[in-house]
């Protein structure tokens, strides 16, 4: 999941980071850490995540019938359940298929193109699914949004640089031993 995590942080915070779709992140739109949370969100959303698995085959529905009770609210809180397990599970999958292949990517470099080739076409589709159907989330859903807007983000960059400066110190050094 980490690698998912990285790539698609990535890919909605630097506009010219690309993934392969040749979508351009409108640089015109104010970029705050609370936006980029939302979009991320959405995108590693379990829902999307198990969407994706199975468009990309990497996993498949089960499909699997729910017993029927003579009660109708009791069966639907069951096929409900199932459906969430379902989804979960075909989330799961394609998150393990990327932690194996990223595993393996550490044996030679050409297995390090192919797991990058492979993990940009998931964070491709994942993005791509996400925002099919939705598009850009409007002015007004932004400020109804439980996370509040915080700093832009040349400020957040300004404070990677500041704690990269640190994680290159001899004071960090020294905490580490």
């Known amino acids: 999941m980490a690698v998912l995590s990285e790539r698609t942080s990535l890919s ?8 392969g779709s040749q979508r351009h992140i409108k640089c015109s739109d104010i970029v ?6 939302r979009q991320r969100q959405l995108v590693l959303s379990v829902a999307n995540l198990a969407a994706c698995a199975t468009l990309l085959g990497i996993a498949a529905p089960v ?33 393990a298929f990327v932690g194996f292949h990223s595993a393996v990517a550490i044996t030679s470099t050409s297995a390090i193109r192919h797991s990058n080739e492979l993990v940009d076409t998931i964070c491709t589709a994942l993005y791509d699914a996400a925002f099919s ?3 850009e989330l409007s002015a007004s859903a932004s400020r109804s949004s439980m996370i509040s807007e915080r700093e ?3 400020a957040m960059m300004q404070s990677v640089s500041e704690a990269r400066m640190f994680m290159s110190s001899k004071t960090c050094d020294s905490l580490h031993k």
């Open 12 to 19: 909605l915070a630097v506009p010219h980071v690309l993934l």
């Open 32 to 37: 705050t850490p609370a936006r980029l949370t």
């Open 63 to 95: 499909g699997r019938d729910v017993d029927v009770d003579d009660d109708e609210g009791d069966d639907e809180e069951k096929a409900a359940a199932w459906r969430l397990q379902e989804e979960h599970g075909l989330a799961n999958t394609l998150r």
């Open 133 to 135: 159907s939705q598009k």
């Open 152 to 154: 832009p983000l040349m």
